[in-house]
């Protein structure tokens, strides 16, 4: 089965190219999957496609130099399943739960539209049926007016640019700035920072301390509101005591909280000279 599926998609692909809504094609399909054929239809006639889990089976039709919307038709009546296109998407659906119902395509700009389905599934408790269109990111809902209104809403809310956070991080021995890294992030991302720092050469008739070679750390910003950020520290730190011949790796996990336009001290020793790695949001 799987060498004839190869087959026809290939041969299938040549007729459909760049192929529209309107303009004709020609395909043969013999014992194939209903979703597959709805796909390849839509992709060829450059549009998103929504298919509900409860669309499936298979089937053999031949089309000949007919519209790619005679096409999925045709498709529609063979195998007792339901198309309706809105805007540059079209949406599989079981014909009954199309009949009498409102359809509406949204897409969206910000939030990923796997998310946005999650929230929207848990949230409504009306009669409401959701597809994603990833070719898209847009959500197909199917439903009642009531449940539309309201799922509306919460895309209203949900769907907003994430705040960003623009900070630094310190590097600190004692009261001397060893090196500074500038980021910006948004909620749940990460921001990841390696790298090899300066060597400071110790003055002349004075002995060399302990020098921080490298530093690894991972920041995650868990949340973040007007009142202040909540986040994770992965923090590793390579020292090289230049003066006993000595080496020391330093790590540390744990969560911070920062307030905006201030400075939080995520890691210190308990050295005479500590070294500090301190953060600070800086709007």
């Known amino acids: 089965m799987r060498k004839f599926l190869v087959f026809v998609f290939l041969m299938s692909f040549a007729s459909l190219a760049f192929a529209g809504i309107h303009d004709k094609v020609t395909i043969d399909f013999r014992d194939t ?7 390849i239809l839509a992709k060829q006639a450059d549009m998103g496609i ?3 889990k409860s ?4 089937i053999s039709i031949t089309v000949k130099n007919a519209p790619v919307r005679e096409a999925l038709d045709l498709v529609a009546e063979a195998s ?5 296109q809105k805007g540059n998407n079209i949406l599989i659906s079981e014909a009954r739960r199309l009949s009498g119902r409102t359809v509406k395509i949204i897409s969206l700009k910000h939030i990923n539209v796997n998310e946005a389905a999650k929230i929207l599934a ?8 959701i597809a994603t269109c990833q070719h898209t990111n847009g959500l197909v809902l199917n439903g009642s007016n009531a449940a539309l209104e309201d799922s509306m809403q919460i895309i209203g809310h949900i769907d907003r640019p994430a705040p960003l956070v623009k900070g630094s991080l310190k590097l600190m021995s004692g009261a001397q700035l ?3 890294f500038d980021f910006q992030a948004g909620s749940e991302e990460s921001v990841k920072i390696s790298q090899k720092c300066k060597e400071k050469v110790a003055a002349e008739g004075k002995k060399a301390k302990a020098l921080v070679e490298a530093i690894n750390c991972e920041i995650v910003f ?3 509101s007007s009142a202040g950020l909540d986040a994770t520290v992965h923090l590793g730190v390579s020292q090289n005591d230049k003066a006993h011949g000595k080496e020391a790796a330093r790590k540390f996990s744990g969560r911070f909280q920062a307030e905006k336009g201030k400075s939080v001290t995520v890691f210190a020793t308990s050295d005479k000279e500590p070294l500090k790695v ?3 949001w800086e709007n």
């Open 33 to 39: 999957d209903l979703r597959e054929i709805c796909k």
């Open 178 to 180: 060893l090196e500074k």
């Open 278 to 280: 301190i953060f600070t």
């Open 80 to 84: 007792g399943f339901a198309w309706v």
């Open 222 to 224: 868990a949340g973040i």
């Open 122 to 129: 848990s949230s409504i408790v009306g009669d409401l049926k």
């Open 50 to 52: 929504a298919i509900e």
């Open 55 to 58: 669309v499936r089976g298979n």
